[in-house]
Structures are given as C-alpha cells and as structure tokens.
T-cell receptor
Framework: QKEVEQNSGPLSVPEGAIASLNCTYSDRGSQSFFWYRQYSGKSPELIMSIYSNGDKEDGRFTAQLNKASQYVSLLIRDSQPSDSATYLCAVPPLGSGTYKYIFGTGTRLKVLA | SAVISQKPSRDICQRGTSLTIQCQVDSQVTMMFWYRQQPGQSLTLIATANQGSEATYESGFVIDKFPISRPNLTFSTLTVSNLSPEDSSIYLC????????????FGEGSRLTVL
C-alpha cells in the first residue's frame, strides 16, 4: 500500500514567521511531487511542484526534496494570515501514471495575526 | 491553466436516488479525472474519464455505482447512483496541466449531502 503521510496539525505560526510543512512517502521510485493549498470550502490549488533533489523557490514558497530520505517539505516565508489553509502533499507512485496521485491527508496551517 | 466549471456546486439528495455532476472545461484536454473528498479526508481518485471509451476506475470504485461519460475533450459527467449517506462527499473534476508535468487543476467541486 503506497502511502503519503503528513502531520494533520494544526500548525500555528505567528505572522511573519516561517511555516515548515513536511511530507513523507513510501514509494522510493516516485519521481514527482506536488504541494496543493486548499482553503476551507474550496478546491485544491497547485502551488509548487518539484522533481529533483534539493530546493526549489517560488516567491515566498520553497519546496525541498530528499529522495534518499523520502521526504518533501514546503517552507512558507513571511507567513501571512491569508496563508491559513490546508496544505496537501501529492505523489504519483512509480508506474501509476503521471496524474494518478496519492494525496496526503493535509496539514492545516494557521497563521496568527 | 484551464478554467473548469462544475455543476451543481452543492446538492442534497435522498437515499436511493442518483446525482449527475457535470464538468465543463474551457479548452480541450486529454486527461480528465474525478476525485472524491470525504469529510475530513484527503482526495481519492475515482476514475479517469477517457474520451470515446469507457472510464478507467480505481480499486474500490465500480462503473455501476459511478458511471462516467466523456463525450468530447471539454466535457464529462459523473453520476453517483443509488445514493447512501456514505456517499456524502465533495466530488471534484480535475484536468491535467502542461504535458508530462503531472500538474493537476481542479474544478470548484460539488458538495453532495445524502439524507
């Protein structure tokens, strides 16, 4: 059973701080990794993708991938109350087809003003 | 990214009835999928909607319960049949993004409550 695991939270951080969200996955062969943001009552929105070991930065967001340790993380710098949402990690297992994700259960982030 | 419209956005249905959800995309897309998000849970793939052929269902989902149509490259429907309270969920249509990136984009979802 392929798995993607996240701490459900809530993770509470003060405004302006760095929020660190973590995700581990079981399929060592997975090649691509995605972070989605889901506001309450809304659908998931893609915010980051990462395919290679190391860091990938996009504005205030940084995705970090370590395939040897099978984890992927998302850092949000200068956190804002508008970042309060559930963050879903998604991983397509090797051989499953590019779009057949396994989603984690998500980490709920609360940014305190 | 494509604009994805789903109808209805929400509905309340009686046990034993069926609900059909429509998904319209503003551009032609090859890959279209239906996901379910049960209360407090993450997303689970129901099936891949294939244009011109039968949908491909994931383990635990069957055509009799979740018939899917895909008459063209911009439209699909998901029917949830013989409803029970356990079917109360959000159902999401999604489409693939740029080719070979694995990116997925979601419609706004259809929230179903079964009484």
């Amino acid at each position: 059973q392929k798995e993607v695991e996240q701490n459900s939270g809530p993770l509470s951080v003060p405004e302006g701080a760095i929020a660190s969200l973590n995700c581990t996955y079981s399929d060592r062969g997975s090649q691509s990794f995605f972070w989605y943001r889901q506001y309450s009552g809304k659908s998931p929105e893609l915010i980051m993708s990462i395919y290679s070991n190391g860091d990938k930065e996009d504005g205030r967001f940084t995705a970090q991938l370590n395939k040897a340790s099978q984890y992927v993380s998302l850092l949000i710098r200068d956190s804002q109350p508008s970042d309060s949402a559930t963050y879903l990690c998604a991983v397509p297992p090797l051989g499953s087809g590019t779009y057949k994700y396994i989603f984690g259960t998500g980490t709920r982030l609360k940014v305190l003003a | 990214s494509a604009v994805i419209s789903q109808k209805p956005s929400r509905d309340i249905c009686q046990r034993g009835t069926s609900l059909t959800i429509q998904c319209q995309v503003d551009s032609q897309v090859t890959m279209m999928f239906w996901y379910r998000q049960q209360p407090g849970q993450s997303l689970t793939l129901i099936a891949t909607a294939n244009q011109g052929s039968e949908a491909t269902y994931e383990s635990g989902f069957v055509i009799d319960k979740f018939p899917i149509s895909r008459p063209n490259l911009t439209f699909s429907t998901l029917t949830v049949s013989n409803l029970s309270p356990e079917d109360s969920s959000i159902y999401l249509c999604s489409v693939g993004g740029r080719e070979n990136t694995g990116e997925l984009f979601f419609g706004e979802g259809s929230r179903l409550t079964v009484l």
